[in-house]
């Protein structure tokens, strides 16, 4: 997802989202209309799919501070899941998850416990920050193999279209994320 809403912002265009049984996917995105330089804008494209869920989650983390704020955050997940499922969704794996989820964080809705909602959304945003360190093997990956395609990682993606390696690539991600999860639980634990 965060692949397709860089390529929006960018001012391309995000035709779909396949979502795999073992939680991985592509975005299907187009960045030919952007306003940047077609090598930059390539780059940002394949940084924002490994840095939007440590920016997502930071915002989780950050809106549980407050009751009101994380019973904001979880309605508008819950919106953006909804039109993801209309707009972008289109493997079965994908409206399945996806599904289930939304049902999952209607029902927490239900309850009407702030308590229940700031848990929820916290848990949410820790799951999101840490998901970039689930996919270490990948970050450090200069090509892989997807339907028996060898395919070209995002790290390496930048660095072709940038300067540096790869795994320079991979490291920085690492400590973006780092400072984003550290800047957010800073904000959370601040009195």
């Known amino acids: 997802m965060g692949h397709g809403l860089t390529a929006l912002l960018l001012g391309g265009s995000f035709k779909y989202l396949e979502i795999y ?19 930059i804008a390539k780059a940002i494209l394949a940084a924002g799919g490994l840095l939007g869920p440590a920016f997502v989650g930071a915002i989780l983390i950050a809106s549980g501070k407050y009751p009101k704020s994380s019973m904001i955050a979880l309605r508008i997940l819950i919106g953006i899941m909804v039109i993801s499922l209309v707009l972008w969704i289109r493997s079965f794996w994908g409206i399945v ?3 289930a ?13 702030r308590k229940l909602e700031v848990i929820t959304i916290l848990f949410l945003g820790l799951q999101s920050v840490l998901s970039t360190y689930l996919q270490l093997d ?3 990956t200069k090509q892989f193999e997807r339907d028996g395609d060898i395919r070209t990682s995002d790290t390496q993606t930048i ?9 320079m690539w ?22």
Not at 21 to 39: D, K, T
Not at 104 to 113: E, G, M, N, V
Not at 175 to 188: E, N
């Open 138 to 140: 990948y970050l450090f």
């Open 97 to 99: 998850t996806l599904s």
């Open 101 to 113: 989820f939304v049902i999952f964080l209607c029902i927490i809705t239900l309850f009407k416990s």
């Open 159 to 167: 660095a072709e279209n940038t300067i540096g390696t790869y795994w």
């Open 21 to 39: 049984e073992n939680g991985g996917g592509v975005a299907y995105c187009n960045i030919g209309g952007s306003y940047l330089p077609y090598p």
């Open 170 to 191: 991979a490291v920085l991600i690492i400590c973006i994320s780092i400072y984003i999860l550290w800047k957010s639980f800073r904000f959370y634990f601040k009195k």
